[in-house]
């Protein structure tokens, strides 16, 4: 019990003070003492033990039955203290709001676009929003280090007040307009309208993990990557990247499970998703498909405000292949991830690859076309060399630039992917386009 309530405290000390730059400073020493001082406290308690154990317990004195009547007593005076004192607690807490109202404190109303709420003057639209269950992101905590807590203001410029410079920077940094703030800085001064920009992350479970590691079978690989990440990376807060990252990884995990697969894997700007793991591979394949329709339509109504938000267009690109794979964990002692591995994965990799060349949202094998049953709708072949292969391999290039999506097909002619394989590429408008090319 002691050991229990003793991780509980350090815990809770460890939360509240962990951002702040003393109690970094002097972390190291303030572990070893919640190591140390619970540990002679132990020494101590085993030390008389053993000493009573060398002289012998003292007898016990017991109570008198007066005695023992007052200590009864003395325990149902505390139990009775303790829960009026609660009970006293709550009801400073209700009559302190209760005295505020009829006191007519100054208070000030927030319109949001679903409900208005009334605060005190003074504190912050973010402060606004947690005390009244109003969902607002803030990654940072509210340091103005992000822009995710942004907020589009209107009312006159008396109430709003002018950005701190910590806030100026930021709001600079993303190009915000005049009527954008962040909510945790900008304390109103009255009456104004606040529409948050940034919806709320997913905060779903997580799902349980696959079953039947181990084992080799048919999957199809879907490998989806963000476009000009590094030119991002270079203009915005670390805190605004997480973000991006936490919704994109949100957008096409969900679109994958939507449709049956798994994202397995979120390296840097890339997700990697397998599919078949419980099914057969035409059905996979399908699976994968219909989630590349689902992350491209979720892709550009999400970018559709990104470029307001950040000054880019949200690119991204998808590669789709299907063969042959080993499915199982790997890694080292603890540090292991379910994955799948082979030279279908490798090749759905490079797909990805050259739909950056090619200008395309997407690009499909072949193989995994036909295996979905949709290969005869999309037009000639394509065969082109994917890099580190020796022989031809699938990829494709695009027809046009500035379509929404593009669909490329190429595979092999086996599940191994080792034969001559073409491509297909057709934006979805279905204008059709070709080049064959070998290694």
Known sequence: MMLAAWTHGCLGLHCALRAQP??????????????????????GFISIGREFQWTGVPPAVLPTPEQGKALDAAEWNIKWFYALALLALLAARWGR????????????????????????RGGSVLEASRSHGIA????????????????????????????????????????????????CQLRPHGNIEVTPLFAPLPNGGRPAPVGNFGR?????????????????????????????????FATVGAAVRESGGVPNQFIGDSVMAIFGLETDLPTACKQALHATELIDRRMDAWSEGFEAQF??????????????AAVGEVGYLETTTFTAIGEGVNTASRLQDHSK??????????????QAG???????????????????????VSAARDHPCVIAQSGAQTHSANHGAVSHCIPWQRRMSAVHTVS
Do not use: K
């Open 374 to 396: 949709v290969a005869d709708t999309m037009g000639p072949a394509e065969t082109l060399a994917v890099r580190g292969r020796l022989r031809a391999s699938p990829s494709a």
């Open 22 to 43: 003393a109690y970094r400073r002097f972390s190291h020493l303030l572990l070893a003492i919640a190591v140390v001082l619970p540990l002679t406290a132990a020494m």
């Open 136 to 183: 607002h992101v803030s990654i940072c905590g509210g340091r103005a280090r992000c822009s995710t807590c942004r907020v589009r203001v209107v009312g006159p410029a008396g109430n709003i007040g002018d950005p701190g410079r910590d806030e100026q920077r930021t709001l600079e940094r993303v190009r915000a307009p005049g009527d954008v703030r962040l909510a």
């Open 357 to 370: 060349t090619s200008a395309s949202r997407l690009v499909v094998s072949l193989f995994a076309a036909q």
């Open 97 to 120: 709001n209760w005295f505020a109202r009829l006191s007519r404190q100054p208070s000030i109303a927030l319109h949001y676009p679903d409900r208005t709420v009334h605060v005190p």
């Open 311 to 324: 000054g880019q267009r949200l690119g991204f690109g998808m590669g789709l292949h299907a063969g042959r």
């Open 216 to 248: 080799e079978r048919d999957v199809a690989i879907l490998f989806v990557d963000l476009r000009r990440w590094s030119g991002l990376s270079e203009r915005q807060w670390p805190f605004d990247l997480a973000y991006v990252l936490d919704r994109y």
